[in-house]
Structure formats: C-alpha cells, structure tokens
C-alpha cells in the first residue's frame, strides 16, 4: 500500500514538475509542444530562447509560493487552470491565480493599499484605477522598476510598445504603472442578415427615406430601433434595442464605461478628454481634479450628460424587451444570442465566443455568425477627436506594499502569461487582445470569418477611440460605486435625468472636497474650483480651445447617417 502510494505520489509529482527539482527546458519544451504549437508570434527557437531566459531568471525564487488574482473572465480562468500551472513547472515558483468576481479584486486591492497588509502578490486589476495608483503612489511605477529594482527579472523580450493598451496604464508624469494582460471593447452589435435582407431594406427605406446601414448617429439608432421593435421574423416578433436597467452595482458600468462620451460630453483627446473627461471631471493644468458638476466647469450634470441619460432610458421603455428593465448586466449579456433583437449600441467583445458558438439562433449552419460588431454610433453632442467608447484593460499592477522577492517572482508570473510566446494561443482561447503583433497573427486571419468583425475592428484605425477611464479619475473605487446609486434613481423613476446627474456629480464633488481636505494626493490631489453658471464656463472653455461643458443644443435629433458595413470594413483596409 505504502509502496503503491509513493509511486502514485511520485508520478503526480513528475506529471506537475512540482518543486524546482523538475523545473526546467524539458517542462518548457513538453508545454511548448502540447500548448503553444505552432500558435505563437515567434519561431519555435525564438520560443525557446524566452523560456531559458524564464527558467534562468526564476533560480533565485524556485520554491516559492505566490499568489495573484484576477477578475472572472475566460482569459483568466486559462491562466489561472493552464499558464499558472504551466509555469510552476516550469520555474519552480508555486502560484496560486484566484479568479474572483470584479467587485471582490477593487475591495481586495482597496484594502491592501489601507492596510498595507499583503493580500496578494500581483494583481490583475482595470487600467480604470490609473488615476487612483499614479496619485495614492502605492502602486510600483512599471518603468522604473524594469530599468531598476526589477530588471534582473524584467524579460528582454517583453516588447512593451507591442501593448496596444499602453497608453492607457500610463500616468501625467509619463510613466508606466501597469500591463495590460487582457482587454475587450464595447462596439455595437446587429443582426448583418436582417440589414442585409432585400424586404427589410426596401421597408426601412420606404418609411425613412434613407438606407438601412450600420448607425454613425444617435439618430438613425433610434429609427433603427424603432423599425425593428414589433416587426415579425421567421415567425417571431422581434426588438430594435437590448439594455439593461436594474439598480445594481452592474448598472454603473453600464454609464462609467465612457457611455456619457458616446452623447459627446467632455473634451476632444485619446485617450481622455481634456482638461474635462468622459466623467465629466476637470482637471487643471497639472492634473489636479478642480470639479465634476458644470458649476465648477465640469460636464457630468452637463446637457451633453443629461441628454446621455435621456436617451438611455427612452430607447430601453421604447424598444427593449419589457423584462430588460429589471435585468442586471449578467443576466441582459446572452439574450441577443437568443435570435430576437436586432441591434445594441453597447455591447461588450467579451461575450465574442459566447454569441459566436455553433447552434446558436444567431449562427450559421457553416459556423460563421449571422452578426457583426462595428463601431458604436455617437450622440448629438460628440466631435470628432474625442473618444469614442470604452475599452476595459485589466492590467498587472504590483503594489509597494508587496515585499520586493515576491513582487519579482510574480512579474515574473505577469510577463509569462503576457508573452509573445503563449500571447497568441491565449488570445485564441478569451479573444481579448493586448498586442499588436497579436491581432495580425495569420491565425486571426483565419478565424476572422467565424468572429463577426471582431478582428477587421481590432486591425483598423478606429481602435484608438475606444479607451478605459482615464488619469482625471483621483480615486476609481470611490467614485464609481456613486454612479449605479444615482443612476438606478434615473432607472426607477424616482429621479429625472437633471436630478439624477445634479446629484451625482455633488456626490463625486464631495469625494474631490474630502480627498483636498484630506491632503492625502499631494499636489497631484483635488483642488477645487470656484462656482459659476454654464455659460461662464462654457464661454470660459471655448477661450481657450476647449469644448465641456457644452449648452444645450436645440435640436438633439439630428439627421440620421448610416454607412455600409462592407463598404465600412474596406474602408479600414485601405
């Protein structure tokens, strides 16, 4: 019995490489051989090459145990249950890689920075709290650990401008404080075989006199989506528009993911608008918040604002299903794959694999969607130079209060799971893309046909537009969790639109006052400004060049422009 157990003992411990004593090219080379394969950007030598330079590098560490967390996500669950085994074979270092909801990695990141408590190793957390790191300064600041403290484990061929997210996880002060490990946009989604069937198109052009087409406005959106609400498809009565609208912490994603910047609030700038954001936040001339309610020159309760909230709430009682209404954010993500809506103007690529799987109503019989994404359609008040979306780039982030062995060994961890060796293959498997190198991978060329647009989006030029929350955001957790509240009063009625946004922008004011008050940012924190009315600060802004915050424009229906998808999609190539 004893015997038998040894050897079982010793079989699993041969089969893991667990301990440095297995650790080692042979477990690099039987991963390569039986992970990677021919899925990766670099030559099976070039592989090789960055494998011995981990296994080198790792000596030092070798035994150790580390953990690092990451939100729910496919992309994660594959590093958590492949790459972090893998890697312990391969390096000797134990990581555990927790999966756990979002909310629960911005409570746990929140208490490490309070306590100074070291919770976690590494964390993979939204490049959203860029501000909150790059003014709190408990963050590692990326740049100059991997010139100093971190370049005996900073890889040589990490490539760091192959990230197409890297300005997004860099501060005011131009350095780095995180890297992205996985990132997804919200695009517009629609049924590309009821746009393109003959009856469809002749019936929409008849009633609105112009072509049935992928939305550049707020204005054809809302004709779309009142054409197809009620309209009968093989044999089903369809929806022109999916939302969500249930009081719940997921409904402020729904508006701080860059939904007021789609209306057009804030400033011209990529990634953020500045001096004002896609908050609604003003900064100074040093990046100091100085107001985010329109009396301070801020845009959040703004008419571009007001008029993101209006519409929001129009389109989801006019031509969603009835039960969107009390749906949160999980539960309203899989109904398009159902087969009864045509289009949503806010759809996250996240769901790509999901709404892309065989046997689905939306897919057909030879595996190729029956929809397509493009870029989202903007709001009456929106100008070209400002952003156009958002882009969520959940992104390493080591924290000071980590001691310095363990913040090696999981960089180490963080750039093997972000490598050009493995980045393709797990870019195969959670389609969230972070290189550029990537995305013009011949095996995306291949697949692309069965993504819906997904990978023509990610190659073209109006990537850019679509960005996380940015550097104007002193302190994300506190002020996002006011938004969901404030809103959800918009959602259930109790709240015009006006009274929702007058009062969460006093919110985040109050937040901005406490944090000056506090002195706890330096003089990169809070400094608020005086109070005058939207025209002074409209006059103000237009002075010197700006556009936040805007007035009222008379006619917030504009005239409705559509375009071509394919003619779209060749567009980009040229």
Known sequence: MRRQFLTSTTALVLLLGAGHAYAGMDEAKAFLDKEIGPLSTLSRADQEKEMQWFIDAAKPFAGMDIKVVSETLTTHQYESQVLAPAFTAITGIKVTHDVIQEGDVVEKIQTQMQTGQNLYDGWVNDSDLIGTHWRYQQARNLTDWMAGEGKDVTDPMLDVDDFIGKSFTTAPDGKLYQLPDQQFANLYWFRYDWFNDPKNKADFKAKYGYDLGVPVNWSAYEDIAAFFTGREIDGKKVYGHMDYGKKDPSLGWRFTDAWLSMAGNGDKGIPNGKPVDEWGIKVDENSRPVGSCAARGGDTNAPASVYAIQKYLDWLKAYAPPEAQGMTFSESGPVPSQGNIAQQIFWYTAFTADMAKPGLPVVNADGTPKWRVAPSPHGV????????????????????????????????????????????????????????????????????PKLGGLIEFYRSPARVQWTPTGTNVPDYPKLAQLWWQNIGDASSGAKSPQEAMDSLCADQEKVLERLEKAGVQGDIGPKMAEEHDLDYWNKDAVSKGNLAPQLKVENEKDKPITVNYDELVKSWQK
């Open 381 to 448: 008040y929106w100008k070209d130079g400002m952003k156009l979306g958002y882009q969520d780039a959940g992104s390493w982030t080591l924290l000071k209060s980590t001691p310095t062995d363990r913040a090696k060994a999981a960089w180490l961890y963080a750039q093997f799971v972000v490598s050009k060796t493995v980045d393709v293959k797990k870019s195969q498997v959670g389609l969230t893309f972070i290189r550029d190198s990537t995305i013009h991978d011949k095996s995306f060329t291949e697949r692309a």
